[in-house]
């Protein structure tokens, strides 16, 4: 499951890459793979059942 959004999201980016759009110092199954696990690390926390701690982390890290 994981390994399939990994190899579609890393075809995203490649291409944002060809076109000027997404960084190319980083390469493109890197980036897919940060995302994916850092989504799946999102997925996890919000099990633990407290989404307005979630929702509060989320909206820090995308602050800074």
Do not use: C, K, M, P
């Not at 997404?22 to 989504?39: N, S, W």
């Amino acid at each position: 499951h994981w390994s399939a959004q990994e190899r579609a999201l890393e075809a995203v980016l490649a291409r944002g890459q060809r076109r000027g759009e997404i960084r190319t110092d980083v390469a493109a199954r890197q980036l897919a793979r940060l995302l994916v696990r850092t989504a799946a690390g999102i997925a996890v926390f919000a099990r633990q059942g407290n989404s307005q701690e979630l929702d509060a982390t989320l909206v820090a890290l995308v602050r800074r």
